[in-house]
């Protein structure tokens, strides 16, 4: 077949990104070489050499062809690189990013083991052209800004939580019994004392006056009881002096918590303002249970729910559905998926927690899971994967959270519930005002089933987008 015009009608362009460079490979609709594999730099001047040689390498093509570009999501490499391709004008490009998971598989069915950036390339062009994935819309700057800040704002509190972790193994080593003086939570008040009296000695050193008149915050002290339980621990202190290596550590932790601590107050409010500009109409605030940093966080990963057909396609990427393992005469146990969204399906789980507690209708579904012998941990997921349903319905029918549909919806599963007496059939609360019968993850399992290894008590998956 001669290069004309005619005898091309798509082109595949795989390209494999690293901090410094980008190779490239493109393919035609036969999967054979358009031009040769080419390296650029991954920089500005690279981009727009990349983007010339694409257009040069389309002339091949008719006018009304494809030409479609992938790369694997690494990081944030990839993002200047994806805008400079979105920005072409000379010739439509359909940019993708694609998902490394999905390329690795893909390389595993194709029984492929070495790997080189130029390999990569050309199974990135390979995958474009058997898989055929679907366009994606753009998205803007100010987007990716927001969706940065939730991002960044996650990290921010697991290294809170690891900081926190490790002041609790250091006073619990330093300061035996410190939680049934203190309780678990790390006041303020407390970190303001051990990030200046890091040991046993430094404490009792202070007059306890003196410890309680110590301010924090906008006119907070920390007290007169603190200051005498703080006395009262380091008194029975199994050693009063420490070596400057645990006081450094101490400190260090205790401050850090407080740094945190305020970066993440700064975040959210500028998560608040972001929120409130990209996202005027949104209704997901109006669950109880969900506030705005909440809601920000869930908007940023969905960024479209048209893009998700059905209810179990957006179950699937929040990653809220058990696997099922069983082999041969082995017991059958589920557990939740690792796959989904990471930081969508953290945030529901957290949602949920606090959905518990604020939102009638989840704490009434959560506590009739408990009363069917669900172990806590397979009810909190089970509630997280029902907001996840109660998200998507709000946002496709952009319509406000109503409490009068959903306690009209218990009242009708109550009453199903009662005339059914086979428990397979039994009618579960949609927290929509629809009453679901027999919802598949409600449903009685068998007597295989381990409360103890499961998230959701489910049988089967559902697909993911």
Not at 58 to 83: F, S
Not at 355 to 370: D, H, T
Request: net charge positive.
């Amino acid at each position: 077949m001669s290069d004309t015009p005619a005898s091309h009608t798509a082109m595949y362009v795989g390209i494999d990104v690293s901090n410094l460079t980008l190779a490239v490979d493109f393919l035609d609709q036969h999967g054979r070489s358009m031009r040769p594999r080419a390296t650029y730099p991954n920089d500005p001047a690279g981009w727009t050499a990349l983007r010339t040689a694409i257009v040069s390498a389309a002339r091949l093509l008719h006018p009304g062809a494809r030409v479609v570009c992938g790369m694997e999501a690494t990081a944030n490499m990839h993002k200047r690189l994806e805008q400079a391709l979105r920005a072409e004008t000379r010739r439509a490009l359909e940019v993708h990013v694609l998902n490394p998971r999905s390329v690795k598989h893909f390389a595993k069915a194709l029984l492929k083991d070495a790997k080189t950036d130029r390999m990569d390339s050309h199974l990135i062009a390979l995958y474009l052209l058997r898989m055929q994935p679907r366009a994606q819309a753009p998205t803007s700057q100010l987007f990716e800004e927001f969706r940065g800040a939730t991002r960044t704002r996650r990290r921010l509190v697991e290294e809170r939580t690891h900081a926190k972790n490790r002041l609790h193994k250091l006073l619990r080593y330093h300061l035996p019994g410190y939680r049934t003086v203190l309780g678990r939570s790390l006041s303020k008040g407390l970190l303001m004392v051990l990030s200046q009296f890091q040991s046993p000695q430094a404490i009792l050193d202070c007059p306890a006056d003196q410890l309680a008149a110590l301010s924090y915050g906008r006119g907070h002290r920390v007290g007169t009881a603190l200051a005498q339980k703080l006395h009262h621990l380091a008194a029975q202190a199994p050693q009063a002096a420490l070596s400057r290596v645990s006081q450094l550590e101490v400190r260090i932790t205790a401050r850090r918590i407080i740094e945190l601590q305020e970066i993440i107050a700064e975040m959210d409010e500028a998560i608040a303002e972001l929120l409130a500009s990209l996202f005027p109409d949104q209704v997901l605030t109006t669950i109880p249970g969900l506030g705005e940093v909440s809601t920000a966080a869930i908007l940023a990963e969905v960024i479209d729910i048209r893009r998700f057909p059905t209810k179990e396609q957006f179950i699937g990427y929040c990653g809220l559905y058990p696997i099922v393992w069983e082999s041969g005469e082995a017991k059958r146990f589920y557990r939740m998926s690792f796959k989904g969204n990471r930081m969508l399906k953290m945030t529901l789980l957290v949602a949920s927690a606090a959905a518990r507690q604020y939102n009638p209708a989840i704490a009434i579904f959560y506590e009739r899971l408990r009363r069917r012998g669900k172990s806590k941990k397979a009810a909190g997921g089970a509630i997280a994967r029902k907001l996840a349903e109660l998200v998507f319905t709000l946002l496709r029918r952009q319509e406000p959270w109503s409490p009068e549909k959903a306690m009209r919806g218990i009242a009708k599963s109550e009453a199903m519930r009662s005339e059914g007496s086979d428990s397979e059939n039994t009618g579960i609360p949609c927290l929509t005002g629809v009453t679901l019968a027999g919802d598949e993850h409600l449903r009685p399992f068998s007597r295989s089933w381990n409360p103890r290894t499961s998230i959701v008590p489910l049988e089967g998956t559902h697909g993911q987008p």
